[in-house]
């Protein structure tokens, strides 16, 4: 599963809590807006491309404004964004809340368990069929429909206030692959997930 692969700019979380940033595009300012915001780069195993970290520390509150007012910034040069993170949306000083829908990106299958009737509902809106554990994408779903329907499911469920977490499968930024398994066709890009607050999720 290649969900970072699509996107010029994508947002996402690691399981110990840290925030990245990863940049499939060069974009020659994205240096000084995100580490002039806190980001601080991280150089992958191997070549690959520009990956930028909070730590776990900045993960709620700080992590929103912080990724949102460098959001805005690039958005000057690109509108090619998803946002996949959990980190943005958690308040460190309280416990992390459980979300109405945990969606896990594994191997080749995108899986999602619910907690509401009315988060099942959405589910079954984006494409997810049941399963014995929960929900889960039609096996052979190419990977572009995957993060559009997880990308689709997720505004729709903070629409109706209805919290979610998507599991990208990296446990540390260690995990997080310097450079894509394979090509990706950028032609096919779903679109934009929203970023964090300010509006919360714009597109």
Known sequence: MAFLDHN???IGSTDDGHTFVLLNRALPAAQRILTDHGFTAHQPSGPGR???LLPPAYAGEQ???RTGEAMH??????WDVTDLSWTTRWNPDEPLPEPDVHFHVSG???TA????DAAR???ANHGFTPTREGYALPVGTDETRQLGAVVQAETALSMENLGTRIRLGFRTPEDIPAAPARTSSHTATPPA????DRPRRTR
């Open 73 to 78: 910034f690039l958005f000057q040069h690109t």
């Open 113 to 116: 368990t619910a907690r509401t």
């Open 193 to 196: 997930a929203p970023v964090p």
């Open 63 to 65: 992590a929103n404004t």
């Open 108 to 110: 080749e299958r995108v």
């Open 121 to 123: 509902r959405i589910l």
């Open 50 to 52: 520009p990956l930028y």
């Open 8 to 10: 010029d700019v994508v």
